[in-house]
């Protein structure tokens, strides 16, 4: 009877779209402030404790070997999964459970965008036509959220390279 090969790339990249989601609901529950302090920064860490997770979990499953490709492929896969997960939940929560909801982020948002520009001493009429864009455009839009999944893609593509190098293990070529 041949062992189930386990992909850890599936299932914790299914584990890490759940603990998006969850994470994003706390911001929610927290409030527009939440979704734009700090915290929500630590957010950026979840998917990668997943992905080094996944990749030891599958090294394990590999009986302690596993090589760069395979490594990089079951990382990747995490990032990919998870992410996905977590951007179809975004779309859902501010385009259909609570638009308004989404319209006070973008509020809160151009006033802080404001208050930075201010800062870096931008041209009142930069200031204006930023906060007005903000304002006026959707960034949830399913053309956006899947433009920002995308770009999201190359970095967490760029994080799977390094994991997986930290990773993996390669089989000696001679057992004693």
Not at 47 to 71: C, D, H, M, R, T
Not at 94 to 122: C, H, S, W, Y
């Amino acid at each position: 009877m041949e062992a189930k090969k386990t992909n850890a790339g599936l299932t914790y990249g299914v584990i890490l779209g759940l603990a998006l989601i969850i994470f994003t609901l706390i911001l929610y529950l927290g409030g527009v402030k939440w979704f734009v302090s700090p915290f929500a920064w630590a957010g950026f860490c979840i998917p990668v404790v997943f992905a080094v997770i996944g990749g030891v979990k599958q090294k394990k499953a590999n009986g302690g070997y596993l090589s760069f490709s395979e490594a990089l492929k079951t990382v990747f896969l995490v990032f990919v999964i998870g992410t996905l997960i977590s951007t179809l939940f975004n779309y859902l929560l501010f385009n259909i459970i609570d638009v308004p909801f989404r319209q006070a982020l973008a509020q809160e948002t151009a006033v802080i965008q404001e208050k930075m520009m201010r800062r870096f001493g931008a041209p009142e009429s930069s200031i204006e036509k930023s906060v007005a864009d903000t304002l006026s455009g959707n960034s949830y839009s399913i053309s956006k959220i899947l433009l920002s999944y995308a770009f999201g893609l190359i970095l967490w593509f760029l994080l799977s390279l390094i994991i997986a190098a930290i990773v993996k293990k390669s089989k000696p070529e001679f057992q004693n």
